[in-house]
């Protein structure tokens, strides 16, 4: 906006040549000067000035939005945008139709809790054919701890979508459609991210997963991360969100969890003194898990989806959504993937949509003691699937 040229703002042109004549060629240059410096400079009445410089300004400024224009034109941008359905009914309906386009939408929760699950399904139905309820496109899937599993993702295919895993070579096509990074250190995932915005370009691609966010940042929290690293937290933040706005594709990524310290737990002096007792009520410390990457990060997505366990039972919730109620939904791992156990949902109040609960006091208290990390990579299942193009920083399309 500061850098619009006057000479195109409608101006009268006996105006617009003494500003261009005394190299006052922007809005900036202009605005920037009070009202007696542009009289002594133009050397016209402060009348001209004062008549100049607010049709400068009105060109300028963005104009004033009623609320009202605001969401009709939300709501058509979402229409044009789109939505991936995830095939889970409830889920898909407190969403407005599934994972939004041109958005960051964020899978958080402990290990083994289903999220690569979730995102194996996510880029099956990105491969699919629209006929089939797909974008008929390209996935791409930057795992960034190896925890993708070929032969699962055939298994979720066979089992959610029969009648096309078993047309002859549909599978291998299929599975053909969904393009693996394994980046091996932080530059490289900052190559393959650099590369992705060029194959978005060249190469029909519908859905980014980065599977996970935290992993190259693992154990790192908002006091402690080192400068160096944190720098680069924020430029992967930033390409990230613009990455998403531009290519208009649903971005998914999963992040993990970190048991909060002492000191975090209390958050008022008077709790100081009993900061020990804290500790030691199992159940403080299960409500007290929190998504790693800080603050900057959960400001950065659009929407956050926390999968839990409590009391034996799976959740999704729906944490953090510009259009949803805070809702969770109970669900069970099958040969299919994730399935929702009811589509109804449960309201939840207060800030317990923000907590996550990790079921199990014993393996909790070995976390805060440093003897089990939560970034520890969780083991890879089955061999990788021939036809599924797995790269080192560089792949190629037929």
């Known amino acids: 906006m500061a850098n619009k040229v006057i000479s195109q703002m409608g101006l009268p042109k006996s105006i617009s040549n003494i500003f261009e004549a005394r190299n006052i060629l922007t809005s900036k240059d202009a605005l920037s000067l009070t009202e007696f410096d542009l009289v002594e400079l133009l050397d016209v009445g402060m009348s001209e000035v004062n008549s100049a410089v607010t049709h400068i300004s009105e060109m300028t400024c963005p104009p004033y939005q009623t609320a009202l224009s605001l969401m009709e034109e939300r709501v058509q941008n979402e229409y044009l945008a789109g939505h991936l359905p995830t095939r889970l009914k409830g889920l898909d309906e407190a969403l407005c139709g599934g994972v939004p386009f041109g958005a960051l939408t964020e899978l958080v929760g402990p290990a083994g809790i289903g ?21 008929n496109g390209r996935a791409i899937y930057i795992d960034v701890e190896s925890k993708f599993s070929s032969r699962r993702l055939i298994e979720i295919g066979a089992e959610s979508f029969p009648e096309i895993f078993q047309l002859e070579k549909m599978a291998q096509e ?61 430029w992967h933040i930033s390409f990230i969100k613009s990455l998403a706005e531009f290519s208009r594709i649903p971005i998914v990524v999963t992040n993990q969890v970190r048991s909060q310290n002492c000191d975090e737990l209390v958050q008022y002096p008077f709790q100081a003194e009993n900061k020990h007792e804290i500790v030691k009520d199992p159940e403080r410390l299960n409500s007290h898990l929190v998504a790693a ?21 799976r959740y999704i919730k729906v944490a953090k959504s510009p259009i949803s109620p805070p809702i969770a939904f ?36 070995f976390l805060t003691r440093g003897v089990v990390k939560l970034h520890t990579p969780w083991p890879i299942i089955g061999t990788v699937f021939s036809s599924i193009c797995v790269c080192q920083l560089t792949f190629s399309i037929n």
């Open 115 to 135: 999220k690569t699950q979730f995102c194996l399904k996510l880029a099956l139905l990105a491969a699919l054919p629209t006929s089939h309820g797909g974008l």
């Open 330 to 365: 109970p669900f069970v791992i099958t040969s299919s993937g994730i399935s929702l156990l009811n589509d109804n949902g449960i309201e939840v109040k207060g800030p317990e949509i923000h907590s996550i609960h990790c079921q199990g006091y014993l393996w909790l208290r």
């Open 293 to 313: 990457l800080g603050i900057h990060w959960a400001h950065a997505v659009t929407i956050r989806l926390v999968l839990e366990s409590d009391s034996g039972q």
């Open 174 to 234: 299929m599975a053909g459609r969904i393009l693996v990074l394994r980046p091996t250190s932080l530059s490289e995932f900052t190559e393959s991210l650099q590369q992705v915005k060029l194959s978005i370009l060249q190469n029909q691609i519908k859905l980014l997963i980065i599977d996970s966010m935290a992993g190259f940042y693992s154990g790192e929290n908002d006091r402690d991360v080192k400068a160096p690293k944190q720098h680069l937290l924020g």
